[in-house]
Structures are given as C-alpha cells and as structure tokens.
C-alpha cells in the first residue's frame, strides 16, 4: 500500500479517537481511559480492557471553567470538558497520572462530576533517582494491578502481563524504527504524520497498529531507497515540552523550513521508550521502565539529567535548535524552562520557547517566532 | 537599481525605496483595511514621485504581521531579522535592538553584520505594546503622542499593575475617579509599560549599544524610563519606525545582487 493510504489509515484514527474503544466497549470489553502520561497501558491491557488515552484535544471549553481557575493547563481542563459533555461516558474507568498539582487536584474534580465508576489516582514518584522510589513505585503498581483486577474482574498474571509487554515493547519499536527512517530521511513523511502515527497508537488496538506500521515503515524504506536526492534543505529541529499540540504547530514548523528530528515530549518519543525487559518479573520490569523514562519536567531528579539529556539529543540529531512547546500554565515546565533554557544557551544551542495551548489553533505570533528563528538558525534567508 | 522594503505592521504600514543602497523613498501609512489594497497604495505613493512602477523594481521583500499577504513581494522575511539588518546598517554597533510595536515588543541580539543572534517577544497579551499605549491614552483622553512628553512632568508616578491590558485600564479608570493626577498616572504607565519590557530583555544578554524602533521609539516618556532601567543612553534612529522596512529594502537589495552575480 503506498505511503498515503496508510497514513490516512492513522489520520482517520486521530480524527475519531474512540471509534474503536466505543466498539470494544458494544462487543462487552472493558475500557479504560487515561490521561497523559505514563500509565502503564500494559496493565490495562493485561487485565483483559482496552486501554485508551485522553488527549484532551477539544477547543471549545463551556462546562469545565464551572470547575476549574484560570491558571489550569488546557490539556487537564480539555480532558474535564470532554468528560462533562459526556465524550468519554464509554469509559469504564480512568487513570489519572500525579504529573503535578494540577492532576493531583484534578482526580477530585473527576471523582465528583463524572460517571465514569472506576477512578484512579496513580502516584509516581518524582524523584526517580531516588533509592526508594524504585520500591514505592512497585508498591504502587501493585495496587492499581490489583484495582484493575477487581473492575474488569480478571485476574493479571505474570503470563498475561508478560504477554502485553512484549506486544506494547514491539509497538515502541516499531515506531522508535519509523521514526529513525524519519530523522534519516526527513521529507518522506512530514512531521505531522510522524507523530499523528505515534498519536495514533494511543487510541488504537496495538495489534492493529503494529500491523499497518510494519507496512509503513516498509513503504518508507522502499522510498528512501528510490530517492536519490539525500540533501534537505529542511532546517533540523528538536522539540521539548509536553504534547505537540496544537497539531497546526507541525505544520507551521514545516512552513517555516524546519523539520522535527527528535523530542522529548509525552506525545512523542517519551511514549516510546524505553521498552519494559521481558526478561524480568513483570511489575518490576514497568516500575524499571518508568524510572528509566527520559527526563520529563514533572519527574526529574537534582542531577539535572534533562539538561544533559536536552543537550546530547541536539547534539545526536544534528539539530541546529531546539523549540520548547510549552503549554500556558503547565507549572512543571515553566518552573524549569530557565534552567533548561541556561543549559542550552551555556552549550551555544539556539532555543525557543512557544507558549501553546491544546485546542486554540490561532497561532499568528508563534508564526512570526518560529520563522525569525529559523531564519536566525538556518543560515542567510538569501542565499 | 531600485529595490524596495515593505513593513505591514498591525497599527502602521510602511515602505522604503532604496536606489543602490541609498533611500530614495520613504513612507508610514496606517494599515487600514485589505492588506493588499493597502500594499499597492503604499507602493504607489511612495514610486510616483520617482517617477517609476511596480515593474521597475528588481526586487520587493515583504516583512510586518501582514507580510504574507502582500501580493507583490519576491519573498517574505520577518520583522526580527529585517530589523537587525536595518539597525546595523544605520548603526554598526549596535547589539541589542529594541523594538515596540503595535500588537507586540521585542528585543533583538544582533551581531556586527546585523544577523541575529537571539531574541525575545512578548506573549500574545498587548501589555507592553503600542496598544496598550493607545488604549491607555483612549482611558484618559489624551492624544496618543501627548503620552511621553506628559509622563515626564510627573513627580510622583502612581503605581499601576500591568499583567493585562483590561484589568489596566480599569484601574487607570478608578485612579481617574479617584481624582488623582492626570500626569501621574501617565506616569505610572509608562513605567508599568517599561518594567514588562525590561523584564523581557532579561531575558536575553543584553549588550550596549542598544538602539530602540518602532513606534514605542517615538515617545520620549517611555525611552526614558527603559533608559533608566537599563543605565545607559539609548539610540533612537530618526525615523524609528521605517528600520523594518529598511532592512527588508536591504535584503531586497541583496537578493537582487546575488541574482546579478549569478
Ligand atoms: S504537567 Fe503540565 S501539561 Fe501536564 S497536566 Fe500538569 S500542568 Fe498540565
């Protein structure tokens, strides 16, 4: 199948996410939801329900301000209003990671407006590096294993969990591999399609995924092959923050002569890696996974990792910058944008920050940012 | 040769004409209504005293918020690299450009060539911008460039919070009701507007000299108070806001080189 076909495959997908978890829930599955990020699907999936991400990606907010103050990222106040209008009422529950004060105060909000019956708070721990969060964290999938046994009503063994690692490590894969051709040959799919292909992994069957990526990165390869032109005149970009959202900001970047060559965002290369080792007990194996996740705003440590990881990534993309997309008000990321932005400058890599919000594609000024940085970054506009 | 710059900024529209690297023409014009009719208006006024047209140009680069909209243009650059370019030609040693438009400010690190280096812009708020300006002088029904020179007869500026442009200006009208000195809170807004722009310049590392363009140029108020801030003097070109169109007429200029040269 040629490279449009399938990715219109994904773009379908990420235009009605809950298509297929709406089915699953008609055919008598269980389904259970989360917000970003972190929530180990594999749990979900091992327990025998359809694991589903909320993206909160709804523009229209009427219901949700009743609840929520003014200085509520749009990603956790999207999600509410979808949860209010009733969009996600398929749901049999819904996980809600602690990434910061917001979604710690947010599972109370949904536990009194929601119908959904099975809410949970799942508490990672924020300093990673620490010896006791390894324990801790066990602990804690511990518990939402045995939640999600009681309201799907089967049991996860180490067999079924096992089974699901190695479905969703293969998934991980798969894309980590789409992704490298990606960086490689930037231009033989935007880097809209990228991620809207990794997006898409959140909403769909993985089996199914799997399958029509396998056949993309085969068309890719077949591609990059064929074409003998290997410059691209593309300005090679990094990304940082939290979710690539709105859409439309992949399009300006490409507009404005860059591509995305890597990133760190919850949406992006953090859903990929790392894999969970199927070698070991299972829970370990996904509390080991969390902790060795890339550095992400809301779990870092005071060893600066994320500086040093922001840095090296620039530097083994061969990115010429690197464009913080922040959400407005998304308190974990402001804190560190300084330091983040210190470490970047000391090292001579050029950087941007776009304040975004999920759902208001009105991006005129960012245009004009995103453009004089390029045209700052990638050489003489003239010549 | 002719080339020439054009600037669609939000509040004004402007053009230069540059006849082998010297201005040959120069105008502002407000924007008002379609940007493209706007753009051909603009052109023709500033071409008909040179007796030439449209077609005598070899080159036209466009630049301002309404930049993609301008028919005519060869290319389109933004405002901050345009704006480094024209600064360095007129000043040479100028680092830091500052620069206060209508909808937005910002400040420009640029280097001896006038290619930048960095740069900041202020959030999609008008806080700090022209506009906050004119709505200000709107409040307290004074002209627009009556602002500066007033804001420096105060002795004791009032206090004004800036973090939004509405909530602003309801204080600026209770202060009026309140029955406090017209020129202190012109005062206080000034330093308001400085302070948020200040603020944004921290965040880069501002080096001297620093010239200031734009309109916000214009008002001796708000230049004093950003001098004092940033203690030291401030170059402020003659014509402040014709500096995009300049350097967008300069990149023209070079475009056009480049294609001679092969
Ligand atoms: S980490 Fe940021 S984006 Fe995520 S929920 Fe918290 S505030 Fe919102």
């Known amino acids: ?383 | 040769m002719y080339v020439a710059g054009i600037d669609i900024g939000s509040i004004y529209s402007k053009a230069v004409i540059l006849k082998n690297n010297q201005v040959a023409a120069s105008l502002v014009k407000r924007t008002g209504g379609e940007i493209r009719t706007i753009s051909h208006r603009i052109m023709d006024e500033a071409l008909t005293p040179l007796g030439i047209q449209l077609e005598d140009l070899k080159s036209i680069v466009a630049t301002g918020y309404g930049r993609i909209s301008v028919p005519f243009a060869e290319k389109q650059v933004t405002e901050i690299t345009c704006f480094g370019r024209g600064t360095a030609q007129l000043f040479p040693d100028v680092r830091t450009v500052i620069d206060i438009g209508g909808q937005d400010s910002k400040g420009i690190k640029i280097d001896e060539r006038g290619r930048v280096t960095d740069f900041v812009m202020n959030d999609k708020c008008a806080a700090g911008t022209g506009r906050f300006l004119e709505v200000m002088a709107n409040a307290l029904e004074v002209n627009l460039e009556d602002m500066g020179p007033l804001a420096l007869q105060s002795e004791s500026p009032e206090e004004i919070g800036i973090t939004c442009t509405v909530f602003a200006e309801s204080q600026v009208i209770s202060l009026v009701g309140e029955g406090r000195r017209k020129v202190d809170i012109v005062a206080g807004i000034h330093q308001a507007i400085a302070e948020r722009i200040y603020g944004l310049l921290k965040m880069l590392k501002i080096e001297e000299r620093i010239a200031i363009t734009g309109g916000g140029a214009k008002n001796i108020g708000l230049v004093h108070e950003l001098e004092k801030r940033l203690g030291t003097e401030l170059i402020v070109p003659e014509e402040p806001q014709l500096i995009g169109a300049h350097g967008a007429a300069l990149m023209a200029m070079e475009m056009a080189m480049h294609r001679k040269g092969g």
């Open chain 1, 1 to 383: 199948m040629a490279i449009k076909e399938l990715l219109n495959r994904f773009n379908a997908v990420v235009t009605d996410p809950y298509s297929e978890a709406r089915s699953r829930k008609e055919q008598g599955q269980k389904v259970i939801g989360w917000l970003p990020t972190d929530v180990p699907e594999e749990l979900i999936h091992a327990a025998g329900a359809f694991p589903v991400g909320s993206l909160g990606s709804c523009s229209k907010i009427r219901l949700a301000d009743t609840h929520l103050q003014v200085w509520v990222c749009s990603l956790m106040r999207g999600s509410l209003e979808m949860g209010l209008r009733g969009d996600l009422d398929f749901l049999d529950g819904l996980i809600i990671p602690q990434t910061c004060d917001t979604t710690r105060a947010m599972v109370g909000i949904w536990r009194q407006t929601s119908l959904i019956p099975y809410i949970d708070s799942f508490m990672m721990p924020k300093q990673v590096k620490r010896s006791s969060a390894r324990e801790y964290l066990i602990g804690e999938l511990t518990r939402l294993k045995s939640n999600l046994e009681k309201v799907t009503g089967n049991l996860i063994t180490n067999e079924s969990l096992g089974t699901s690692i190695k479905l969703f490590n293969e998934n991980r894969q798969l894309l980590r591999r789409m992704f490298e051709i990606h960086a490689d040959h930037p231009g033989l799919i935007s880097s809209r399609e990228v991620y809207t292909v990794i997006k898409a992994a959140m909403y769909m069957d993985k089996v199914k995924h799997n399958g029509i990526l396998q056949d993309l990165i085969q068309a890719m390869k077949q591609k990059a092959a064929r074409s003998i032109d290997k410059s691209n005149p593309k300005v090679r970009l990094v990304i940082s923050g939290g979710v690539w959202e709105p859409p439309e900001i992949m399009d300006l970047i490409e507009e404005a002569g860059g591509v995305v060559v890597g990133d760190d965002m919850l949406t992006g290369m953090r859903y990929l890696s790392p894999d969970a080792d199927e070698k070991r007990d299972p829970l370990e194996a996904l509390a080991d996974r969390q902790l060795n996740k890339i550095p992400f705003a809301g779990f870092d440590n005071q060893n600066y990792e994320r500086r040093r990881f922001l840095h090296n990534l620039v530097r083994h993309t061969e990115a010429a910058g690197l464009i913080f997309l922040h959400l407005k008000f998304c308190e974990p990321e402001n804190y560190d944008y300084n330091d983040m932005r210190e470490a970047l400058n000391s090292a001579g890599i050029p950087n941007l920050r776009l304040e975004t919000e999920v759902g208001n594609p009105s991006l005129g000024q960012i245009r004009t940012r995103l453009e004089a940085f390029i045209e700052m970054i990638g050489g003489d506009p003239i010549e």
